[in-house]
């Protein structure tokens, strides 16, 4: 069993910073895919960023080079630097795992990122 606990959200003014973190607990595989998703108020849930065992990484269109995934696998925690914050920015993000041996999902239970002035 996989449990993800997110941290790092609030408040902070365009142009800002924030960094996400997410630990891990449980087993953790090196195959594992890991990834930021997010969602707006009446959106959909759409992909930040997410990284694989072999360190591909994708992005979401829209972030446009503001933003930085990273995973430690040793210590089981995924990172999210986020630059330049937009107010459009502002959603629930929420931690993925996605393991490819099993085809199994686990989601974090997302921390609120709120780019206002």
């Known amino acids: 069993q996989v449990q993800l606990v997110e941290s790092g959200g609030g408040l902070v003014q365009p142009g800002g910073s924030l960094r996400l973190s997410c630990a891990a607990s449980?087993?953790?595989?090196?195959?594992?895919?890991m990834g930021w998703y997010r969602q707006a108020p009446g959106k959909q849930r759409e992909l930040v960023a997410s990284?694989?065992?072999?360190?591909?990484?994708e992005y979401g269109k829209f972030v446009e080079g503001r933003f930085t995934i990273s995973r430690d696998n040793a210590k089981k925690t995924l990172y999210l630097q986020m630059t330049s914050l937009k107010p459009e920015d502002t959603a629930v993000y929420f931690c993925?795992?996605?393991?490819?041996?099993?085809?199994?999902?686990?989601w974090g239970q997302g921390t609120q990122v709120t780019v206002s002035s």
């Open positions: 993925h795992l996605y393991r490819t041996i099993t085809f199994y999902n686990y």
């Open positions: 990284i694989g065992s072999d360190d591909k990484i």
């Open positions: 449980g087993s953790i595989r090196n195959s594992d895919v």
